[in-house]
């Protein structure tokens, strides 16, 4: 059975930093695509960035904030956040994609996690 773990969450105020981590267990994954994305209350899941091999894309609203990077070896891919603003507030999920080609799009990705709270506050 597949399963994602994210955690590092919590309640930071504007400008702080938080690294999220997602952990993977169930098979190995480090031939696939995995990402990032997030939602806010009322609003639909967004795409925040991936990572297949060693290509990595970013939304335009995280880019040079935000940096993507995975452990192979723990099977396990992080997020980490920097200077974070109030709109980044918002649940943020890992998924995976059973490709090695990356993608921004959310029904591309098979394996979901439960999700980890961020909260930046002003």
């Known amino acids: 059975q597949v399963q994602l773990v994210e955690s590092g969450g919590g309640l930071v105020q504007v400008g702080e930093s938080l690294r999220l981590a997602c952990a993977a267990s169930g098979r190995t994954f480090s031939g696939y695509a995995m990402g990032w994305f997030r939602q806010a209350p009322g609003k639909e899941r967004d795409f925040v960035a991936t990572i297949s091999g060693l290509s990595i894309y970013y939304a335009d609203s995280v880019k040079g904030r935000f940096t993507i990077s995975r452990d192979n070896a723990k099977n396990t891919v992080y997020l980490q956040m920097n200077s974070l603003k109030p709109e980044d507030t918002a649940v943020y999920y890992c998924?995976?994609?059973?490709?090695?080609?990356?993608?921004?799009?959310?029904?591309?990705?098979?394996?979901w996690g439960q999700g980890t709270q961020v909260t930046v506050s002003s």
């Open positions: 998924a995976i994609r059973d490709s090695r080609l990356m993608s921004t799009l959310s029904y591309d990705y098979i394996y």
